[in-house]
């Protein structure tokens, strides 16, 4: 006997002299509740004033609250790594999170909140732990998060903070919820014997977090061979034809190098030389990675951002000429969307063409520039052959390339973002 979902629900015997199927009594049930991360700028996070007042310097969730819509998700038996949700027969391979719920009354600001639906759990499971974001994909799974001994009862709520590091223990104080827990475990509330609770920090966002190495930069980006036009030549209409052979796994070796061991989020600058296009990173660039976390590094965040956004944004460059791009964002865990916690977007806020004496900043004038064609300045029409350049581009999302312009979305006012495809 089975239920809608195709999950056992009973034993069935038959009548005399016939066989007895026996299946699964499912009676405990687990709920899976998100509180993502608030804003900590502007005296938005009380806990943070509290802690800095209104210095700015270790902010790390502005401007664009953390969500998880679409995020991927699987629960798991933590002792076999069976999967036990989505169900078998579903054909689903992931469990994509929901629209997100809106939550005021944590004491730290506003919150995003996404709910799972209450999960059957088989009797002969005793411990369940999650895969989320690239680690829920089954080719990885490197990374049980809050493995966890189910209690007797039938239907338990488990309730996650997405909280940065060094906020932890004065928000157990504040919400009443006794000592803070071990990293990636789960508790107890006080006085209660059905509601738990734990801290999704972004120490354990680094650990979840898929980080690519020079094998998978080899086949997500395998070697090709770039082609453009370049004026003042002989040849037709007084342009020449100029191509450049790149191993990505090489040519993308000066970024994923970058910042070993520094926690700073002062700018620098990567040269590509095989493009001779330079890369740089705003200051900040890394502050949500570093500053939601106590241990990770530049090098760290550059590591789990896809070599696939690198290589795009250098190749649309390196045709349209251009000898300099500035990125203020990559692998973000803890703010926006599901697309930076998962390394598939990078944010682009500023690009130069030299020889064309071109310096064009991303930003539009005011929210009338929304979902209008480009600027007819010089660089306001080479934004426009990046753009569709980037958009033409296979291991792009073209319905997500945003911009100030055409195909803006909030927050974008001021860069223009990549999303690349996940697998």
């Not at 169900?87 to 709910?115: F, M, W």
């Not at 009797?123 to 799974?141: G, Q, T």
């Not at 209008?372 to 990046?386: E, I, V």
């Not at 319905?399 to 979305?409: A, E, H, K, R, S």
Request: some cysteine; charged content about 20%.
């Amino acid at each position: 006997m089975a239920n809608s979902n195709g999950t056992p629900v009973g034993t069935m015997v038959c009548g005399s002299n016939q066989p007895t199927q026996d299946t699964q009594c499912l009676t405990r049930k687990v709920t899976f509740v998100i509180y993502c991360a608030p804003r900590d700028d502007h005296g938005l996070n009380p806990m943070y004033t509290a802690l800095y007042g209104q210095d700015a310097t270790h902010t790390g969730v502005t401007s664009s609250e953390s969500y998880l819509t679409n995020l991927p998700c699987v629960l798991v038996d933590a002792d076999s790594g069976k999967v036990i949700y989505p169900y078998e027969g579903s054909h689903l391979k992931t469990y994509n999170l929901g629209p997100a719920a809106q939550s005021s009354g944590l004491h730290d600001g506003s919150r995003k909140v996404h709910t799972f639906p209450p999960i059957n759990i088989p009797n002969d499971v005793k411990r369940i732990a999650l895969h989320i974001a690239n680690d829920a994909y089954e080719a990885h799974r490197n990374f049980q998060l809050f493995p966890w001994t189910i209690p007797d009862v039938a239907h338990s709520k488990v309730h996650i903070y997405e909280m940065r590091a060094d906020l932890q223990d004065r928000f157990s104080s504040e919400n009443n919820l006794g000592s803070t827990p071990e990293e990636n475990s789960i508790v107890a509330k006080p006085g209660s014997t059905t509601e738990y609770f734990g801290y999704l920090n972004g120490d354990l966002w680094l650990k979840i977090s898929h980080e690519f190495t020079t094998d998978e930069i080899t086949r997500l980006c395998p070697p090709e061979t770039l082609s453009r036009s370049i004026s003042g030549g002989s040849g037709q209409n007084g342009t020449t034809s100029q191509s450049v052979t790149i191993d990505w796994a090489t040519t993308l070796q000066p970024i994923y190098n970058a910042g070993a061991g520094s926690r700073s989020m002062g700018a620098f600058s990567v040269q590509i030389s095989e493009l001779g296009i330079t890369l740089r990173f705003a200051a900040r660039a890394v502050a949500n990675a570093i500053n939601t976390s106590t241990r990770t590094t530049v090098q760290q965040a550059l590591k789990r951002t896809s070599p696939r956004a690198f290589a795009a944004i250098l190749k649309a460059a390196w045709r349209l000429n251009i000898s300099t791009v500035d990125l203020s964002s990559s692998w973000r865990p803890m703010l926006g969307s599901r697309l930076h916690k998962m390394g598939v977007g990078l944010d682009v806020s500023e690009i130069v063409d030299s020889a064309e004496n071109i310096d064009f900043r991303i930003h539009n004038h005011s929210p009338v520039d929304r979902n209008h064609p480009f600027p007819t300045s010089a660089g306001g029409q080479k934004l426009a052959k990046l753009y569709q350049e980037l958009r033409g581009d296979g291991e792009v999302e073209a319905n997500q390339v945003y911009t100030p312009w055409l195909q803006w979305i909030q927050p974008h006012d001021d860069h223009m973002h990549i999303t690349v495809k996940y697998e």
